[in-house]
Structures are given as C-alpha cells and as structure tokens.
C-alpha cells in the first residue's frame, strides 16, 4: 500500500513512494533520514516534532504522508540560509537558549514562524507562542531571552 | 507511541466524490479534517481504520463569508487558527475568535477545524458555547440533500450528533447578530494554554442601553453535561429585567441547578456546579460591562493573537 506524494522539503522538490498512513515525523526522520525534527508526547502536546507545513507551524506527529501531495515542508535541517546560522539559531546559541536541546528543533521552527508574522512581540506574545513547545527541562526564560534578540536582530537587518 | 497500522488514504476533489468513496469503500472509513483527534483515536485509543476520506482538498469547504443579509458561514475545513485570526470574526465576535485561541497550541490550531470539533462533540470543546450563543446552525451533505440543523440539536451525546454514517458537516451557519450584540466567552481551566475547561461559559446578550433592560440573552455551557449546551431557566430569569450584580448572581445559581456535570480526572461535579455559578455571573458582568457604568467582573483577560 503506496501513494507517490510530490513534495517541496527544505526547498527542493522531491518525489517519493510512501506508505499513505505513515506519519509526516516518520517519514522525515526514517525514510528521509532528517532526524532533527524529534517526538516527544506523540499525541500534539509537547512542539517536539514542529515542522513548518505550508509556512504554518504544526505537529507533525499528527500529519498523515497521504495528505501530503503539493506540500511545502520546512524542517530545522532547512532553517540555514547558505553556510550561515538562521538569526533564530544564532540568538538561541548565544544566549543558551538549550539545555538537553530535545526540544530546541520545535522551538526553533515556532519561533521563526511567530517572527515571521510578528517581528516585535512583546514577551506575552512570545509565551503565547510558544505554549504548545514544552522545555522539561524548564529553561524557558534564555529561551525567550533567545527569542527577543532573535526578533531585534530581524529588526535590524529588516528581514 | 503507538504507529498507525496500515489503511488507504483518498483526497477527493468535491463533497460528491467524497461521499462516493464513502459508500463504494464500506465500513472501516473516516472522514479526516485536521487529524488532531482522529490520529489520538488512532494511535492512543487503538481505532484502526481501513481507510481514511480527507476533505482537505475540496476547495469549497475552507474559508470565512459575510453574506448580504448579515449571515456568516464559516467552511467546516477553516481551521482554529483561522478563525482566531480572522478579521471579520474578531470584528464582529471578538469572544468566538477568543474561543478557537483557548483550543490547544497554535501547531494544533494550524490543523484543527471548526467542522471536525463540532462533529467530534466533545461536551468540552471551546467553540461550542461561543457558537451556540450565536444560535449557529450547521450544514450537513447527506444522499438525499443538504440539511441544515441547529447546533442546539445536533449534539446528542458525547462524541455524537444527529450525523449519519456517510454524512459530511460542510458549514456552519451564524445567523444576523442584532449592532448591539455583545458576546463573552470565559473558559475556566487548570492551565492558562493547553488544556481542557473545567467549565466554559458564553453569554450573548442585547441591552437597552438608556433603561439597562436585557431585550435577548443566551447563555451557553460547555464541560458540564453530556453536550454543550443551552441555559434556558438562567436566560429566562434575565429577559426583560434590569442587568443588576444580583440577578446576575441569580442567574449564575439557575444555570449551576441546570448544569449536569460528571466527576472525572479533572473535577468533581459538585466544584463545575460551582464554577459554572461564579462564572456564568462573570461572563454575564462582563458581557453587560459595555452598557452598564462599573458592572465589570474584572478587566477582560487579555488575550493576545
């Protein structure tokens, strides 16, 4: 039981031969081997597995590969612009924005949503973001730290 | 986590074809909207399907309209995140825009829809209240035809409606609001995000601003019996009367008598009758706050989108 999707991931179009009850985090991380993108709950609780699906952030533990025909997936393989760190990436890694790192791919790809909508949220809205992406090892204050010097970088250099 | 086991996967193009499959394919099939409570049924609750018929590509399903006449429909496959972003719903019901952005995490509210909530009939889901204040109607594609029911009678129990096997919900339906309508949505949960109410109360209410007289109210409850649901004895207690703290509190001890909740992991019945008290009194407060000087329960939580 095989569907052929057509897919954009991290900018190139790609064709594939799936199992069409396979899950979108399944298929990244065991046929297409990009293992960046973790589970955590498995049930859309934690942001672990957030992926960038048509520019929207979601779970893509709950993402079917049989939905995915014509689908633009950005994962954190794909944030890097060139040889270069995304400034999302940048900020977390400046101001210790990870601990154990599990969940710093879904954070990572949260963030650059939010920013992309909003590049001056005030630190509610960065929380209001981000509470779908759970930190257990509760290290959300570098975190958001990492998000407003993330956004002001964006501001600066107005992307 | 447990993995799907293996099943078919159809995108039809139109609700016929969707339908079609439906009935060609036999039992075993699902309707997938945004997935968010299809695939924890399917992988926390063991429900296997043999096939699954997603609606996502059926163009007409999706998106928000004004119609002339003061209608709004609202596509069964718009997702949460579009309608707590919409500018035509935040414009005109800022407290059902509120609703959807109490529904899990905005990753969540990127795939799940209006239409799946509703046909999932969780006695919990946000929208329900919100939408049954608004007197919404839903639209459903059945064989025989379309046919519209009021939200009020389409929820039967929990996880059930009057919807058939086969039956696809294609919109809901938000009938001409009178300018003064005011609306208020107040969920009361554990967490701030990411969890289920205790109780969720809406209230919509039309007062005559000179003499503070109530001229319409509803007053809807989600989280406390077996479906979201009306309070018919607390708006009756409130219609043509003066808007008073006391009738408000009134009110709230009517729909706490009228409410049937269960005991579970989250609360006891006896702590929801007592929140739906306190908080229908709020919500009724702050739905009034615009027409009544200092009747407000509290500054409105401030929600961000």
Known sequence: MHTKIQIRLNGKIQTLTVPPFRLLLDLLRDEIGLTGTK??????????????????????CLVLSGELDGADILTIEGLKIGPHLHPVQQAFVQEGGAQCGYCTPGMLMMTKALLEE?????????????????????????????????????????? | MRRPEPFEVFQPQSIAEARELFRKNGSGGYFLAGGTDLLIAIKEKGLAPRYVVDLKKIPSLSGICQISDGWVTIGSLTT?????????????????AQSAAEV???????????GGNMANATPSADVAPALLVLDSRVKISRSEGEKIVLLEEFFVGPGKTVMESGDVLTEILIPPTPPDFRGEYIKFSPREMMDLAYVGVAVGIVVDGSRKICQDVRIALGAVSPTPMRAHKAEALLLNQEITPSLAERAGEEASNECKPISDVRSSAAYRKEMVRVNTKRALLNAAAGYVENLSWMARRDRRY
């Open chain 2, 80 to 96: 949460m995140r579009e309608i707590e972003t919409s500018r035509v719903i935040r414009g005109r019901y800022p407290f059902l």
């Open chain 2, 104 to 114: 899990g995490s905005i990753q969540i509210r990127n795939r799940a829809t209006i």
């Open chain 1, 39 to 60: 589970e955590g709950c498995g049930t859309g609780d934690c942001g672990a597995c957030t992926v960038l699906l048509n520019g929207k952030p979601v779970n893509s």
């Open chain 1, 118 to 159: 909003n590049v001056n949220p005030t630190e509610e809205e960065i929380r209001f973001a981000l509470s779908g992406n759970l930190c257990r090892c509760t290290g959300y204050a570098k975190i958001i730290q990492a998000v407003q010097i993330a956004a002001a970088e964006l501001r600066k250099s107005g992307k």
